[in-house]
């Protein structure tokens, strides 16, 4: 029986969740013409070494066909690299090799003599935050024959942060039990609420548009997801250029068209009208008072006055005191 | 012509130095008024690093410090090879520069009597380097001489204090300040009194208003900025207009430092020697050339901070002026030349109001030594000199 499939393929990236889809990718094709074929998974390294490689890529008795997956293949020595160019030259291949790759300084030269061969490659880079992640998770929408509206997705996102195993095992959950198709976003809402990753400046923004309890909730979301040592200035630098900005706002003179107040500030309409939303929240006085805690608060997040570095618990309560005292109360 | 000439109004410590170099003559056994280890205390601009450069100048020279001859004029320049001048350019001194200073200053001197090894800044050594250097302090080979400059004695560890022999230097007076300026650089004696009462007795500060238009300029703009306050976003403002001030006034202490050292590192690795071509000395400078560049940078931000600092002090001599003008008393004014706009606002604020405007001042100076963001330090600071009370009403 023809085995047609090449000897050798690299996947080349951190990636985890992009290196498991491949590999099932992998053995769903293989097994389509050799339904028994095994799979035998190797790390490279301590131990295991090109004597445990030639054990793993040699034939079976009975001439089974299987894929070895050779993790961490940055550690490849030479005489691994040796095998797997004998393997990558076979006609007809007992054994796929399937090389992963982290794909960084690391082990670079035996990355260079793999692709010296010209296997088929596939990249699993790791993954940037936002329009990358979005396409990911369509991918895997379409991985289970669905669809989803951007919206869907965005919520989604939202709500779980950036963890692609984390996305993908949402996306498989949601694609077994939601009925309509595409999902749509009130589906999504159905199962998945909240905001996962809270950036300084969504915090910023809830204190200097008075949404007290959405700025603690933030603060204490931070805290609780990002771990504790996250608050801290940036938190307060984030505040303070918001801060910047309403007072900016506040002090032109009353009456100034909007496209005025953006020229003279150096800020598009939009965060104008968002501004001038939030100047209107706050009596200068309040305001001014506002700084004069907010600059004590970046202080205290940098240890205080006398320089000790205050513990982590006593930075949040500071944190939460100026988000309830100053940003709470009248006008 | 002597070393001390140059001191301006330190006699008492000049006299215990003088005192130290005459006993000194002979470094295997010196007398009762020299020893091992001092630490030379002051305000800032008092002189302690030039005092303590002179001191290093008069244990070397064969004259006892006649201020004329190579000795002399090396040493004070910093380039006598028996004399380490430290000065902490960076944020920090840590221990590891410690371990490195002592290696150094243990070599027998080459040239001159004694191996003298100045910390121009001993505040700034965390406290890890201060532990090592601890031992080396308290017995050091025979030749060495420490001598360790600060602020106050508050600013050294005690256990730094009780191996160190103390000489503290006092504010020069507004007259010493003026004299020495119109001797030293030929400033014109008017001048001379306006640099040296604004300064109050920085001696730095006091050459650096009477030679630099734009130091005045600048200075002249952030004592107008109490008058200023009329709303929130004027003190916002005046806050970013201090905040370039004090960046303006750093950098043009800092490129002046820059380029000068630049050039000693080039001149160093052999630019313009005859028959090295300028790409060799180039490739062997640029290395040297980038770490210099990292401590110029943190010396940089330091110098910013350092400058808000001062231009918070030149408030705080502007309200003191107000107080003055409130209380009556017969004191002259530091800001004499701001007659106008002192007594506007000593007769339309009370005094207790003018008490808790320089407090604010004063705790945004803690605020500035505590690492706080500078623009957000100083507009919590202008927001408080406009209103003072904002505190307690609401």
Known sequence: MAKTFPGLTLLVGPEDVLIDMAIADIMAKVRQQHPGALKTEIAIGGDVDSGALAQALAPTLFGDVGVVVITAGEALDDAGVQMLTLAAAEVDPVNMCVVVHAGAAKGKKALTALRALSPPEISCAAMRKGRDTMSFMGSVMRRHDRRASTEALQVLYDAIGHDPRALAAAISQLCADVEVDPINEDAVRQYFAGVADVAGYQVADAVWERRVSDALGDVRWLSAVSGKASVGPAVTAAMASGLRVVVGVQGMPQGMSNDAVAQQVGMPAWKVRTAQAQARKWLPERLAAATVALAGLDVAMKGGLRGKSADPDQKAYALEKFVITTVGGGK | ?394
């Open chain 2, 1 to 394: 012509m002597s070393v001390w000439d140059q001191i301006i109004g330190q006699p008492e410590a000049v006299h215990t130095f003088t005192r130290a170099v005459a006993a000194a003559t002979n470094p295997r056994d010196p007398g009762p008024a020299m020893t091992h280890a001092w630490l030379v205390t002051g305000p800032p601009g008092s002189g302690r690093s030039t005092l303590a450069a002179a001191f290093a100048a008069a244990l070397q020279c064969p004259a006892g410090g006649c201020g004329a001859c190579t000795v002399c004029r090396t040493t004070q320049g910093g380039g006598h090879p028996d004399v380490e001048i430290i000065r902490a350019d960076t944020l920090s001194y840590g221990a590891d520069d410690a371990r490195h200073l002592i290696s150094r200053s243990s070599v027998i001197p080459t040239s001159g009597r004694w191996q003298v090894v100045i910390i121009e800044d001993s505040d700034r050594f965390t406290s890890e380097a201060v532990n090592v250097l601890l031992k080396v302090l308290e017995e050091p080979p025979q030749h060495l001489v420490w001598v360790l400059c600060a602020p106050s004695q508050e600013d050294v560890l005690p256990t730094i204090r009780s191996r160190t022999r103390s000489v503290q230097l006092r504010t020069p007076t507004t007259s010493e300040v003026s004299q020495a300026l119109q001797d030293r650089y030929e400033i014109d004696p008017a001048m001379a009194a306006f640099a040296a009462r604004a300064s109050q007795g920085h001696i730095g500060r006091a050459r650096a208003l009477a030679t630099d238009e734009g130091a005045r300029i600048r200075r002249q703009e952030v004592l107008r900025s109490p008058a200023t306050l009329r709303d929130l976003a004027a003190c916002f403002v005046a806050a970013g207009d201090l905040l370039s001030a004090a960046t303006e006034d750093a950098q043009s202490i800092s490129t002046e430092l820059d380029a000068s050292e630049t050039a000693d590192i080039r001149q160093a690795y052999g630019e313009g020697a005859q028959g090295l071509p300028s790409s060799k000395t180039n490739r062997l400078a640029n290395s040297a050339l980038k770490a210099a560049e990292k401590t110029q940078k943190s010396r940089r931000t330091r110098l910013i901070r350092d400058q808000v600092d001062r231009a918070l002090v030149d408030l705080i001599a502007y309200y003191r002026d107000v107080l003055i003008l409130q209380t009556g008393a017969a004191i002259p004014l530091i800001n004499d030349e701001m007659r106008a706009q002192i007594q506007r606002e000593a007769s339309s604020a009370d005094l207790p109001d003018t008490i808790l405007r320089w407090e604010a001042i004063e705790s945004a100076r803690a605020m500035v030594a505590a690492n706080g963001a500078l623009p957000l330090v100083l507009e919590a600071l202008m927001v408080e000199l406009k209103d003072p009370r904002i505190n307690q009403r609401t």
